[in-house]
C-alpha cells in the first residue's frame, strides 16, 4: 500500500482495501491495547475478524500520513462512537464498510465522513425517510422512476450518511430533516471542528464505485469562498 505523506491541498485522502487482506495482516499481530473493550464485546467471529482488519487499515493509514508506527497510533471514540485519533488532532477520519470492502477517509484541517454502500439495493421504500420535500419534488422534477430513481437515491442516501459521520452524529441526525442543496429550505446542520467552531466555508462531495461498491466523501474545511453543493454533481 502506498500512500501520500499528507492528504493534497486541503482534499481528503481515500484509502481502500479488502477484508480479507486486512485480516490476514492483523492475524499476525497482537490486539491493539485500545480494542480490547470493543473486542470483547463482538462474540461473531466475522465482526471480529472484520473489526481488527479495519482497525489495522485504519491505523497503518494514518501511520504513514505521520511517519509513526501503526501499533503507535491511539484510537478513541467520541460519546457518540465516532473514531478520533487523540495524539493526533489535525488529522480527521472516517471508516466505512459493507462486503468485503473497507474504506477510509483521512482530512488534515477539517471534518471528514465516508459512506460505502452496494449498488442496485431498492431505496424506494426508504425515500419518505431519508428525504425532504425538496429533495422528492427534485427526483420528480427530473422525471425519475424506477432504477434510476433508486441509483439517485441511493447515491444521496451515501451522501447523507456521510454527512452524518462529519457532523460526528451519524444516523442519530435523521437524514429527512435536513438538505444538502443549498437551496433546500430544509437546510444543513453546521459541521463543527474538533474545537466546536463551525466550519461554515467549503463543503465539498465525491461519489464513485471502488469494486463495484458506491463510496461518497463529504469534506467540510475553512474556505474564503464558500462552494455550495451541487445535488447533481460528483466531484
Known sequence: MQIPSAPGAGRPLLVHGTVEEWAARAAGRP??????????GLRDERLRRRFR??????????GALCGRDPDRVRLARTALGRPYAPDLPELDFSLSHTGSLLAVAVLRGGRVGI??????RPMSVLEHRM??????????????RGAARDAELLRLWTLKE?????????????PRTFGLDAADPAGRPAVRDAAGTPLTGRLSTATQLLGGVLVSVVAARPSREP?????????
Open 162 to 174: 456521510a454527512y452524518t459521520k462529519a457532523l460526528g452524529t451519524g444516523l442519530r441526525h435523521p
Open 227 to 235: 462552494v455550495e453543493f451541487e445535488p447533481g454533481s460528483s466531484r
Open 53 to 62: 482488519a479495519s482497525r489495522l487499515l485504519l491505523r497503518t493509514t494514518l
Open 31 to 40: 490486539a491493539h491495547p485500545d480494542d480490547g473493550e470493543r473486542l470483547a
Open 131 to 144: 428525504c425532504t420535500p425538496h429533495e422528492r419534488a427534485a427526483l420528480d422534477a427530473r422525471g425519475l
Open 115 to 120: 459512506d460505502a454502500e452496494r449498488p442496485g
